[in-house]
């Protein structure tokens, strides 16, 4: 019996201890850590579309491929696009060419400038000269008219020659810097990028989602077709109780537990916080003045982004995070 009382008590005493050791625990970890079950594996997700309107002839991508940075993904009809590009390379000719018909022009209104100085200068001299015979009776006045007649018009023909010639000069003097020839020129750039975009290559290292795209569809431009999950940019929206926030700061160590993989633990650190709760920022945010109104905690989105890992995630999927404060 003596014994009995004893062993009693020995349980006792290793139960009172291990009672105290999980109180202290508890006391000293909890306060050391935040946890939720309310968090989800999100991504950062790239909508691919095409920067041209056209028919897709080629597809290069399945769904969930993954692709690498720079890798084929679909084509769109180019021959619309180089004709463009031919019509464009005609207008800069035809602007070149009207460039140096203007150049030739000024030096035409040059010559003509000079040409009818010339004869406005004989014509000045023989007006001189009838007029004294006129005036000495050798010659009739009609004559005296005419020749003044003709100097008028070689007068006329100056200014129009030099009004050619002002409109000429108004072009600039260097070719590359007319405004139809920069048309021109900006016209065959656009035609040469969109030629560029009939051919679509993939931005980032990911995986082809969603996608439903075949050769012979029309797309439009900017227009979502699937989407490019990048690769490594998984992250956790992990939405804690207001009331868990405290202490919760960037860069923290964060264990996650991935319901699809049980028992396999993760790590990752917090990102940031939310500026808001998260039906702050819903289409239809709550409205609290009303009668009936009851107080719940609400939660507060918290950024984890997980460290590089081999195994296969997917968005969506639900996960337990701990945040260790210290």
Known sequence: MKYLLENKKHV????????LLGWFAFEHFSGATRSTENAYLDADVVNVASQVAGRVINVYVKENQFVHKG????????????????????DLAQALQNARQDRAEVELARAQ??????????????????????????????SSDDAKTRMQGFQASLEQA?????????????????????????????ARLDLEHTHVAASQDGQISNLTLTAGSMVGTGIPLFALIEKNSFHINANFKETQLSGIRPGQQV???????????FTGTVESLSGGT????????????????????????????????????????TATVTVHLK
């Open 12 to 19: 006792l005493a290793v139960l009172l201890l291990a009672a």
């Open 71 to 90: 890798d084929a993904l679909f084509d769109i009809d180019p021959e619309p696009y180089a004709i463009a590009l031919t019509h464009a390379q005609a």
């Open 113 to 142: 400038i000079s040409q009818s100085k010339s004869d406005l200068a004989n014509a000045r001299s023989i007006d001189a000269r009838d007029k004294k015979l006129v005036a000495q009776h050798f010659l009739s006045q009609q």
């Open 162 to 190: 030099d009004a050619k010639l002002t409109k000429a000069r108004a072009a600039p003097e260097k070719i590359e810097e007319r405004g139809d020839v920069l048309k021109a020129q900006a016209a065959i750039a656009q």
């Open 255 to 265: 264990d996650i537990q991935v319901d699809m993989y049980p028992g396999q633990h």
């Open 278 to 317: 998260g039906t702050a920022f819903s289409l239809l945010p709550p409205q609290n003045a009303t009668g009936n109104w009851v107080k719940i905690a609400q939660r507060v989105p918290v950024r984890i982004k997980f460290a590089p890992t081999e195994s296969e995630l997917r968005i969506g999927a």
